[in-house]
């Protein structure tokens, strides 16, 4: 009670704007007070200190103790998810990717919407930069990062997927391997995307020629 009384309260305030004050973190702090387990006090509190600049430690301390209780899944992970999206903290993206690859190997379900937007803020070619990419791309183990990136671009396969989809993938796949200490795999790849005649037209153009010239003097 004392967590949803918090979350209504921030409602009204983020949402509706009929009220402002300190009440959503009392109740939310009152209720992690009463259960320091419960699995609501967690998921809000977490969300809510994302969503205001709180601790980002202690904010995904608080999402992890609630998916750790496996209780009212859906909810925690709206909570995670919608909390870490578009966060531009140092780490964020990171977070969302391990939190992706757990729902992905749990067979939990993300509807199209919420991939496209996890794909445009965590490897977008043409706009997520070279640092942001490597923080999603290293969040996880390499066979599990490759996994989890083709369930969120999973709209086409084979002869469906369009030539746009197919260079985005090759290259996310040559960051991986390099970002994975796969030098000479990762120069492979690169090398590919340089040559087709296609890859003059996408905006990641230069980062491949940039990558081609650092691992050539490797």
Same mark, same amino acid.
């Given at each position: 009670m004392q967590a949803h009384l918090g979350w209504a309260h921030w409602l009204n305030w983020h949402i509706a704007e009929r009220e402002f004050g300190p009440s959503a973190e009392q109740n939310l702090r009152a209720a992690m007070e009463l259960d320091r387990s419960n699995v609501y006090a967690n998921a809000m509190l977490g969300n809510w200190?994302?969503?205001?600049?709180?601790?980002?430690q202690e904010a995904i301390g608080h999402l992890n103790t609630a998916v750790a209780t496996g209780r009212a899944r859906p909810l925690v992970r709206e909570m995670? !998810?919608?909390? #870490?999206?578009?966060?531009? !903290?140092?780490?964020?993206?990171?977070?969302l990717v391990k939190a992706i690859n757990d729902?992905?190997?749990?067979?939990?379900? #993300?509807d199209a919407g919420e991939k496209h937007r996890i794909l445009g803020f965590c490897y977008d070619a043409g706009v997520?930069?070279?640092?942001? #990419?490597?923080?999603?791309?290293?969040? !996880?183990?390499e066979d599990d990062g490759w996994k989890t990136y083709l369930w969120l671009d999973d709209a086409r396969e084979?002869?469906?997927m369009g030539k746009t989809q197919s260079l985005n993938r090759d290259f996310i796949y040559a960051n991986l391997l390099e !970002?994975?200490?796969?030098?000479?795999?990762?120069l492979e790849k690169y090398r590919l995307l340089q040559?087709?005649?296609?890859?003059?037209h996408f905006s990641f153009r230069d980062r491949v020629d940039d990558a081609v010239k650092r691992l050539s003097r490797g």
């Open positions: 200190m994302l969503q205001n600049n709180g601790n980002f995670q !998810v919608g909390g #870490l999206l578009h966060d531009e !903290v140092s780490g964020a993206r990171a977070e729902m992905r190997k749990n067979g939990e379900s #993300l997520t930069n070279p640092k942001e #990419l490597a923080e999603s791309l290293s969040a !996880v183990p084979g002869e469906q !970002v994975s200490g796969k030098r000479t795999e990762a040559r087709d005649p296609e890859t003059k």
